[in-house]
């Protein structure tokens, strides 16, 4: 059975970090791009930041460039997103989701109907 399994969400003040792990198994993260998408209330999934696990290839929205990164240990399976100087507008349940690399980077993070290997979702709250 092949999963992901996202950790390390919850509650944090403005300014602060929190790292998300994202955990495949029954799979090698090998020839897949694992992507980072958030969905707040009311809104559609939007991709965050996504990588290469072949060439390590990587892309930010504009919104997280810089305060966010992603990285991959393919020993591990296992894809992190640090999260750092966060705000308000992070709120959102953020998923990882696997999906066979067909395009660039950049389009693979803006298409979440391609990505066929979902998560369960973990909550990021940012909040004073």
């Known amino acids: 059975q092949l999963q992901l399994v996202e950790s390390g969400g919850g509650l944090v003040q403005p300014g602060g970090s929190l790292r998300l792990s994202c955990a495949a198994a029954?799979?090698?993260?090998?020839?897949?791009?694992i992507g980072w998408f958030r969905q707040a209330p009311g809104k559609e999934r939007e991709g965050v930041s996504c990588i290469s696990s072949s060439d390590g290839s990587t892309y930010y929205a504009n919104s997280v460039k810089g305060r966010f990164t992603i990285s991959r240990d393919n020993a591990k399976k296992t894809v992190y997103l640090q999260m750092n100087s966060l705000k308000p507008e992070d709120t959102a349940v953020y998923y990882c989701?696997?999906?066979?690399?067909?395009?660039?980077?950049?389009?693979?993070?803006?298409?979440?109907?391609?990505?066929?290997?979902w998560g369960q979702g973990t909550q990021v709250t940012v909040s004073s």
């Open positions: 989701g696997a999906a066979k690399r067909i395009t660039t980077i950049q389009a693979m993070c803006t298409r979440a109907l391609w990505y066929d290997i």
């Open positions: 029954g799979f090698n993260l090998d020839n897949y791009v």
